[in-house]
């Protein structure tokens, strides 16, 4: 069949006397692509549950986005999460729609100021919001149903299109005030108070323990306890790789990596809290290893080769702080979030600070 014949087809499908039929099968068929990103998944959930079926009109989550026609977006979408679902869209076969929900998706919600958010309206072309947080199922409801009759009037477009309506026009307003919402924290605390100190506790085993890691240590690391089942351990960056060789004879795991942002001392501290699934004595006891390094220099050496399950721990903190663990494959990739985020969890990071005005220009 020719090119041109296939277009005459598409175009009788559209508007000739069968397009009543094709809208009415759009209409009833609005399957949703299984796309959960944050807690207004749950209201979706109890929307397609057996409760308000939304089978009975026509709606179905399906996990294959290439036989689906709707994308209904539940919550904050991350930068990160961008990607995929502007590739879960493409994927889709037209007619295709878009419904937001919840005030996440809608200019942010509760993490308007946040690094790490997107707008689905600059991803995707969305057809209907619906605010709230979380919206009910009701009103979820309200948006397909709102979706279907869009269908069919036959306004079946893959880009929704809105006229433009100026908010003082519409509320007389003369003059337009600008409203900004508060400004995300900035001031810094003069000596932010890290403490690690030996606490007095009443933990025989820990005494013992404390003695026994020490002496295996031999002057490589400072031992003390913190609280019960709690061992702490400073030592050097230099000295960190011979501690963790010893430590890893009864301690087999790592539970997390750790930075710590001392901006005005121009230090991270690095911690490694280690534990034991092997050594039955062991396993409720958790071991911190400490060291710091210089802020503007901030490297450290890759324990994965000691402890695999630290790897991606390194990684997120590589992603937070910036902080190179030399030996880790992965550094330089990003792991959690988006490439164009530089280390959001440092503490002079700078937010963006959206500027809200009623009515006129953002
Ligand atoms: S709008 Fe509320 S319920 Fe929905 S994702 Fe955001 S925080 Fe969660």
């Not at 005459?8 to 499908?13: D, Y």
């Not at 099968?25 to 409760?51: I, N, P």
């Not at 997390?256 to 034991?276: A, K, P, Q």
């Amino acid at each position: 069949m020719s090119k041109d014949v296939n277009i005459e087809s598409i175009r009788f499908l559209h508007s000739g006397p069968l397009a009543p039929i094709k809208r009415w099968g759009a209409k009833w068929s609005l399957w949703a692509v299984h796309l959960v990103t944050a807690c207004c998944g749950v209201e979706l959930a109890h929307t397609y549950a057996s409760g308000y079926d939304a089978e009975r009109w026509g709606s179905l989550n399906f996990g294959m986005m290439r036989q689906t026609n709707l994308i209904i977006v539940e919550g904050a979408i991350s930068k990160k999460m961008a990607r995929a679902l502007r590739i879960t869209w493409e994927q889709m076969p037209e007619p295709k729609f878009v419904i937001v929900m919840g005030a996440c998706g809608i200019e942010g919600g509760l993490f308007w100021n946040s690094y790490h958010i997107a707008r689905p309206s600059e991803i995707v072309p969305v057809d209907y919001y619906i605010p709230g947080c979380p919206p009910t199922p009701e009103a979820l409801i309200r948006a397909i149903r709102a979706l279907q009759k869009k269908i069919e009037k036959g306004e079946a477009k893959t880009t929704a299109e809105y006229a433009e309506v100026k908010l003082e026009d519409v509320l007389e307003i003369k003059e337009v005030k600008e409203r900004k919402p508060p400004k995300a924290p900035l001031k810094l605390a003069p000596k932010p108070e890290i403490k690690i100190e030996p606490k007095e506790v009443d933990w025989e085993f820990g005494n013992e323990l404390v003695s026994r890691l020490s002496e295996k240590l031999g002057g490589l690391g400072e031992v003390f306890i913190t609280g019960v089942n709690r061992i702490y351990i400073k030592t050097t960056k230099e000295r960190f790789v011979r501690v963790a060789e010893i430590l890893s004879e009864d301690f087999d795991h790592v539970k997390s990596v750790n930075v710590i942002d001392l901006i005005h001392e121009n230090r991270f501290v690095i911690e490694y809290t280690v534990s034991s699934y092997s050594v039955k004595e062991l396993m409720s006891v958790l071991v911190t290893i400490s060291a710091e390094i210089p802020r503007d220099n901030p490297k450290f050496p890759s324990l994965i080769n000691i402890w695999p399950s630290a790897d991606y721990q390194e990684r997120e903190m590589y992603d937070f702080f910036g902080v190179w663990f030399e030996g880790n494959p992965w550094m330089g990739n990003k792991f959690l979030i988006a490439p164009e985020v530089e280390t959001p969890l440092r503490k002079d990071f700078k937010i963006p600070q959206p500027n809200y005005v009623l009515g006129g220009e953002s």
